[in-house]
Structures are given as C-alpha cells and as structure tokens.
C-alpha cells in the first residue's frame, strides 16, 4: 500500500497525459516573442557595434518559440 505522500503509478500516467495535452495546446503569445526579439536584436546591435563582437547567437527557449513564456529569460552566446 502506497504511503500518503506517494503517488500511484496510475496517478503519474494520468498526470503525464494531462500535462501532454496542455503542452500540445498551448498557444505562443506572438506580442511577447516579438518585443523578445526585437531586444534580441537591441543586445546584439549594440554587442557588434560597441563591442566589436564577431558573433552573437540566441539559444534557449527563444529559440523554442512554443517554450517562451512571459518567465522566460533570454539567452545570448558572443
């Protein structure tokens, strides 16, 4: 018998399923993306033109658009 604080493997498949079916629904907010790359590309202007940078790259979950979300940081490789 499974203590109070676990959750039966039962339990866990039904969770699987229902967090699939919420991540396969879930809209990207375009407003969002959008003012993320425009500082995207804010950062990698000014890295270019003040820092001489020879390469900037974005990865991450804006890479991922169906990941970025209104927590999401921003990541930048130079």
Known sequence: MPKSNQ???EELASCRKQL???WKS???DEALLERAW???????????DEFEATQ??????????????KS???DIAV
């Open 7 to 9: 959750i039966s493997p």
């Open 20 to 22: 699939e079916r919420r």
């Open 26 to 28: 879930r809209k990207v």
């Open 38 to 48: 425009h500082v995207v590309y804010e950062i990698a202007t000014l890295l270019y």
């Open 56 to 69: 900037v790259a974005v990865f991450g979950s804006l890479a991922e658009p169906i990941s970025f979300t």
């Open 72 to 74: 999401s940081d921003i």
